[in-house]
């Protein structure tokens, strides 16, 4: 069975850092693309960003709302997506999802979730 | 303000079917990029209901169907079950932001 499992959330300051990790496992990791996604308490869901697997490129994209404080990266060989989050305001409060992207190639839509990781900015 | 626009809220009676809406424009769902359907219970992740805007992920209920036509998608829920109750968006890509993109979430009540 696919499995994923942030870790890495917490509380943290205004202008602080944070660095979220998802364990995957029940499939290729490496042939897989994925992405983090985030819901803030209350409210919608949120594409945060995208890695790309090693054979379309290994690229990353990230939303505007993101976009220079965020960084995605990726280890295959431990079967790991990680999410270092730099100048965190507090409307980076969030739960923090890691979800793939199609487990059997890319896909345009999240077809596994992990639990989630609550990420709290507050001074 | 969410890229696609879903209904905050439906309900229904148990039986009865249900349908949630999802309009966007000609730059996702006009363009020609599929609806995906998540379900939500309060505290837990999201799960993939629908995708492609049609299909069913293996172990989801044929009650559970999507439909999509020109900037607009369709949940339907039939034989509405109370544990139906949840929060259901949408999703697409949207090639004028360059993101994946989400309605706002419809909460459905079951009667």
């Known amino acids: 069975d696919v499995q994923l499992v942030e870790s890495g959330g917490g509380l943290v300051n205004p202008g602080g850092s944070l660095r979220l990790s998802c364990a995957a496992s029940?499939?290729?990791?490496?042939?897989?693309?994925m992405s983090w996604l985030r819901q803030a308490p209350g409210k919608g869901l949120e594409w945060i960003g995208r890695?790309?697997?090693?054979?379309?490129?290994?690229?990353?994209d990230y939303s505007a709302h993101v976009k220079g404080r965020f960084t995605l990266s990726r280890d295959d060989s431990i079967n790991s997506l990680y999410l270092e989050m730099n100048s965190l305001n507090t409307e980076d409060t969030a739960v923090y999802y890691c979800?793939?992207?199609?487990?059997?190639?890319?896909?345009?839509?999240?077809?596994?979730w992990g639990q989630g990781t609550l990420v709290a900015v507050s001074s | 303000q969410s890229v696609l626009t879903q209904p905050p809220s439906v309900s229904g009676a148990p039986g009865q079917r249900v349908t949630i809406s999802c309009t966007g424009n000609?730059?996702?769902?006009?363009?020609?990029?599929?609806v995906h359907w998540y379900q939500q219970f309060p505290g837990t992740a999201p799960k993939l209901l629908i995708f492609?805007?049609?299909d069913r992920p293996s172990g989801v209920p044929d009650r559970f169907s999507g439909s999509k036509s020109g900037i607009s998608a369709s949940l339907a829920i039939t034989g509405l079950q109370a544990a139906d109750e949840a929060e259901y968006y949408c999703?697409?890509?949207?090639?004028?932001?360059?993101?994946?993109?989400f309605g706002g979430g419809t909460e459905l009540t079951v009667l």
């Open positions: 029940g499939f290729t990791f490496k042939n897989a693309w």
């Open positions: 979800c793939t992207m199609g487990v059997v190639g890319p896909k345009y839509y999240f077809d596994y």
């Open positions: 999703q697409s890509f949207d090639s004028s932001l360059i993101r994946w993109v």
């Open positions: 492609e805007s049609t």
């Open positions: 000609s730059s996702n769902i006009g363009g020609g990029y599929a």
């Open positions: 890695s790309k697997r090693k054979a379309d490129g290994g690229t990353t």
